[in-house]
């Protein structure tokens, strides 16, 4: 089975602070992988999806996602953050091979992000 | 809007009791799943229908139950509630073979 790890629960920055969040995943083939983000009050919405070719992902609002398949990562980036990306930010993964009997995500336990003015 | 839509957005019931959650897929999607989201926790994935039949199941117990309509939209049931079972639940709907998912805004439910 697989597994998501996100290290940083809680982080604080000041607006046009760079930031970097961890996802590690666990599993034995390959995967797909997603960011999604949880504005307060709000469903959940993609950032950002991986499922082969070029390890760098680009995604809405300037964000990025590196896949490091030998750290079984990806990291999500972004160079300056602004008040309004406060909101929750969840890793997920799901097996790349579509086995027609349901295709399910498992999403890391998510970070709280705060951007301070 | 997301597209998804869940009903109710909060309900409060008692343990023991059982409760039904609605969803409505985004327009062209044919395949529903639900997670369970615990306060600080990220969403675990508790089945996907399909073609009105439960195609994978996550690992929770048979309280949980589901059904998918010929319309697309799906209900789950919990029976049985317990105080664990507190938690946003989400919907999720897809096109069957893509991994396109769009996410509802969730059904709050609290047992107390």
């Known amino acids: 089975a697989q597994s998501v790890s996100q290290h940083n629960h809680h982080v604080i920055l000041s607006e046009a602070a760079s930031l970097e969040l961890g996802c590690n995943y666990s599993?034995?083939?390959?995967?797909?992988l997603f960011w999604y983000v949880q504005y307060p009050g709000q469903h959940l919405q993609l950032l950002l999806k991986y499922f082969s070719g070029d390890p760098l992902v680009k995604g809405i609002k300037g964000f990025e996602a590196e896949f490091i398949k030998s750290k079984f990562s990806f990291n999500l980036r972004k160079p300056s953050v602004q008040w309004s990306d406060t909101a929750e930010y969840f890793c997920a993964v799901n097996p790349a091979s579509f086995t027609g009997g349901g295709n399910k995500l498992t999403f890391g336990t998510g970070t709280q992000l705060k951007v301070e003015l | 809007d997301a597209g998804v839509t869940q009903s109710p957005t909060h309900l409060i019931k008692t343990r023991g009791q059982q409760v039904t959650l609605r969803c409505s897929p985004k327009?062209?999607?044919?395949?529903v799943s639900w997670y369970q989201q615990a306060l600080g926790q990220g969403p675990q994935f508790i089945f996907q229908y399909y073609e009105e039949e439960e195609r994978q199941r996550g690992n929770f117990p048979d309280r949980f139950s589901g059904h998918q309509f010929p319309n697309y939209s799906s209900e789950l049931n919990v029976n049985a509630l317990l105080l664990g079972d507190s938690a946003l639940y989400l919907c999720?709907?897809?096109?069957?073979?893509?991994?396109?998912?769009?996410f509802g805004s969730g059904t709050r439910l609290t047992v107390v």
């Open positions: 999720a709907s897809s096109f069957f073979g893509t991994y396109g998912y769009t």
């Open positions: 599993y034995g083939g390959t995967v797909n």
């Open positions: 327009s062209g999607h044919d395949t």
